[in-house]
């Protein structure tokens, strides 16, 4: 076999492969089901990436010898080179989810973009030179996949600035949970800014991942025992699949115990009044007095899970 019929038969391997990613992608087979969770989603999204990086090479590979990283017109594929895996990056971010979810035809162009994007990251990298083909496109699979494991799915927690602290609610007594003595009243609106990359601005949620508070939390404060889980939620967590009518959500809540029990109490109020939500009939505003209670317990995020699974929630 001679050296141009080996190159040609090692393409033919990689469009093979590359079609295969992408069939394992769009089919989820032996994928666990992208509908369930973010996180599963973006290892859907790292598999049609990894599919249109091994196209990339493979289109790459067709065409004349790639320059060596230098030498004329070499320097003009390192841009795109580049700037496609950045372009992947920004199309997972997690403020793009309930827009993209609520439109079926949209979320599937963006699989395809994935595709291209990463096809082009391959073929400009290879035709700068061959290395950074290879680099480039590992660097952007293994960027998807990471994103199913940190990236995206759980956000950090937001700074509370001074001057935006505005709205009363009574002031914590609980050790570590207290406000400083003359602390300014906490907005509740303002320490939702923690919650909004994965319950959305409007309380909607994110299918698969993270229920919707708006219609949702005061049906949770009704039940028996409702009120007590939720504060149990935002003080410790939650971990484990659960059930909000009749749709499987399986995200990872974090945990907020870090902020003061005003801010939690500021928050869950906010919540309980925004986008139609009331609280139940006959229940007061959440106080910072029953965080302060709540934060003796101590319990972890697959504890609260198991509470939950105890008590008859909507």
Not at 19 to 28: D, E, F, G, N, P
Not at 91 to 107: C, D, G, K, N, V
Not at 138 to 159: I, L
Request: charged share 10%; hydrophobic share 45%; proline share 8%.
């Amino acid at each position: 076999m001679t050296r141009t019929t080996r190159s040609a038969a090692t393409t033919y391997v990689l469009v093979g492969l590359g079609v295969v990613a992408i069939v394992v992608a769009a089919l989820h087979l032996g994928l666990p089901d992208p509908d369930v969770s973010i996180r599963n989603h973006h290892i859907q999204h790292a598999f049609f990436v990894l599919g249109g990086a091994l196209l990339g090479v493979a289109l790459a590979r067709g065409r004349a010898r790639p320059a060596a990283g230098t030498g004329h017109g070499a320097n003009a594929w390192l841009l795109p080179a580049i700037a496609a895996p950045l372009a992947i990056m920004f199309a997972m971010w997690p403020s793009t989810y309930e827009y993209i979810e609520e439109r079926p035809l949209l979320h599937m162009a963006e699989h395809g973009v994935f595709i291209v994007l990463a096809a082009i990251t391959t073929f400009a990298g290879w035709r700068f030179s061959r290395g950074t083909g290879w680099l480039l496109g590992g660097m952007a699979t293994a960027m998807a996949w990471a994103a199913a494991f940190g990236f995206g799915v759980t956000p950090p927690p937001v700074t509370l600035p001074a001057s935006t602290l505005a709205v009363a609610t009574p002031t914590a007594t609980s050790p570590g949970g207290a406000s400083p003595a003359g602390a300014q009243p906490v907005d509740g609106a303002t320490v939702y800014q923690n919650c909004v990359p994965c319950h959305q601005a409007q309380g909607t949620g994110l299918p698969g991942a993270f229920p919707p508070l708006a219609g949702h939390l005061p049906q949770l404060l009704a039940a028996p025992g409702g009120r007590e889980y939720v504060e149990h939620v935002l003080l410790y967590g939650l971990q484990g699949s659960i059930t909000v009518a009749g749709r499987t959500y399986d995200g990872v809540m974090p945990a907020w115990g870090h902020l003061g029990d005003d801010e939690l109490a500021a928050v869950l109020d906010y919540v309980a009044g925004s986008w139609g939500n009331a609280l139940p009939a006959g229940q007061q505003p959440v106080t910072a007095a029953e965080f302060a209670a709540a934060r003796v317990k101590q319990l972890t995020p697959q504890e609260v899970h198991a509470l939950r699974q105890g008590l008859d929630l909507p």
